[in-house]
């Protein structure tokens, strides 16, 4: 996941926007969906059989790489 966010093709400026938006969208959620961020993984992860949350997906590809995207 992390080679692919930092990818310099159209693939990876489609995950890095995908991804993007995917981490602000849950950040701005956690008070209506869930008090912790755990929780917000765990729902995805059990709900959506994702591999990932989207906060573990975020720590995967490094937050202070992200920020600076």
């Not at 008090?35 to 059990?46: E, R, Y």
């Not at 997906?57 to 992200?66: E, G, K, L, T």
Request: contains cysteine; proline residues 3%; hydrophobic residues 40%.
């Amino acid at each position: 996941m992390k080679a692919l966010f930092n990818g310099k093709d159209e693939a990876a400026e489609f995950v890095r926007e995908y991804l993007c938006n995917i981490f602000i969208y849950a950040a701005n959620r956690i008070p209506e969906i869930c008090d912790t961020i755990l929780g917000i993984d765990n729902a995805m992860k059990w709900g959506y059989n994702h591999q990932l949350g989207p906060f573990e997906s975020w720590d995967a590809v490094r937050c202070a790489r992200f920020r600076s995207r």
